[in-house]
């Protein structure tokens, strides 16, 4: 298996794996979207390769973090994550999650922000975002709502994050832009 950035070519079989793993359109938009925005980060837009068809892809973007001063600082959201449903549970997850907090850190970049399952990403070193001071700008349950420190990060990444037009498409409120 081979994790590498996406290709042109691909982005319909990447779109198409996110609305199999998902049952929807909803996570294939908001790929679409923030590949024509300036949130976008073509290297950190990442596919598992077997066979020489991507089977898995992971999204890193940028988003906002806006403290109690109203200071707007740029982190990296996880959003989506999806595998093909027959390629699942084969380790092309932990490949994508793994490379991309690699290059991520490399960049020197602060923090990663995810909303996902409880049991999955503490494994990759997430935890509750709220133990960072970092809340969504929705209710969820604290222990769905992750963050991760990586090089970059000072105590001054704390606040509330703050989401892109994209990620309308799966409901989140709409108060960042770069």
């Known amino acids: 298996m081979e994790i590498r950035p996406e290709r042109p070519e691909e982005y319909a079989m990447v779109e198409r794996i996110h609305e199999r793993a998902f ?11 923030v590949r024509q925005s300036p949130e976008y980060i073509h290297e950190l837009s990442l596919v598992a390769v077997v066979e020489g068809r991507p089977i898995g892809h992971i999204l890193f ?19 989506p994550l999806a595998v093909q449903p ?20 490399a960049m020197g970049a602060p923090l990663v922000v995810v909303r996902g399952h409880a049991h999955y990403y503490p494994r990759f070193g997430f935890v ?10 929705f209710d969820i349950a604290p222990e769905e709502y992750m963050a991760k420190r990586l090089s970059g990060y000072t105590l001054q990444y704390k606040g509330i994050v ?6 309308a498409e799966v409901g989140y409120p709409v108060e960042f832009g770069l």
């Open 23 to 33: 049952g929807g359109a909803q996570e294939a938009r908001v790929v679409a979207l």
């Open 61 to 79: 973007s940028y988003v906002g973090l806006q403290d109690t001063q109203g200071v707007m600082r740029k982190v990296v959201v996880l959003a």
């Open 86 to 105: 027959e390629f699942q549970n084969l380790g092309a997850g932990k490949r994508l999650v793994e490379e991309g907090l690699a290059r991520l850190d």
């Open 128 to 137: 509750p975002s709220v133990q960072m001071d970092i809340r969504p700008p």
């Open 162 to 167: 703050r989401y892109p037009v994209a990620f």
